[in-house]
Each structure stands twice: as C-alpha cells, then as structure tokens.
C-alpha cells in the first residue's frame, strides 16, 4: 500500500509560477512510476506529466508542455510538479498518483492516488 499527500496548490495570478509537491510512503518509492493528473468539475481527471523511476524519463501533455516541469527525489521519497506561466485554464485539482513498472497517461493504470490540491489560476 502507498500512501500520497499532495500539497503546495493555492491561487495564483495569471503568469506566475507554482511548485505541487506529492509525499510517498513506502520503502520502495523508487520502483514506482509517479504522476500528475488534474480535474475539474464535470470532467475527465486528465493526465498532466509523468516520471518514470529514472529521472532523466518525462512524458508531458501537449497543453502544458513547455510550462510544467516533473521531478522526483528518490531519497526523500517525493515528486515535484514545477508550474510556470500559469493559465486560468490550468485551474484545477492535482492529483499525485502511482504505478509500479513503466509509466501511462492513462488514468486507470496507476495504482494509488492522492486526495489532491487545489490550483486556481485567476485572470
């Protein structure tokens, strides 16, 4: 069982800049593909950027490629979602979420999740 904690959301002006942290509690954090997703109402939870156990391997959507950054810290069991030249449309819930072996942009394949935090981007 892994346990996320999601923490670092708030509200932000258009244009500024955001780092969400994620927890992990387990021993064998580094064997686990970590990921961002995000939600909003009346929406599919969408799948933002990805970090397999190695770090040098990132997988990010088109819609903030460019802007957002992931990273991991193996030895203190976190991963780190950096967000630049935020949009309104970024506004959402960001969810941390877990999968053992290689990562997916797809939702139903990761394993554990966060409760996640809120990010509101405003004009």
């Known amino acids: 069982q892994v346990q996320l904690v999601e923490s670092g959301g708030g509200l932000v002006q258009a244009g500024d800049s955001l780092r969400l942290s994620c927890a992990a509690s387990?021993?064998?954090?580094?064997?686990?593909?970590m990921a961002w997703f995000r939600q909003t109402p009346g929406k599919e939870r969408e799948f933002v950027a990805a970090?397999?156990?190695?770090?040098?391997?990132?997988f990010y959507a088109d819609s903030v490629k460019g802007r957002f950054t992931v990273s991991r810290d193996n030895a203190k069991n976190t991963v780190s979602l950096q967000m630049k030249s935020l949009k309104p449309e970024d506004t959402a819930v960001y969810y941390c979420?877990?999968?053992?072996?290689?990562?997916?942009?797809?939702?139903?394949?990761?394993?554990?999740w966060g409760q996640g935090t809120q990010v509101t981007v405003s004009s």
């Open positions: 979420a877990a999968k053992t072996s290689w990562y997916s942009v797809y939702r139903d394949d990761y394993d554990y």
């Open positions: 387990t021993r064998t954090f580094s064997s686990y593909a």
């Open positions: 970090i397999s156990w190695s770090p040098q391997n990132t």
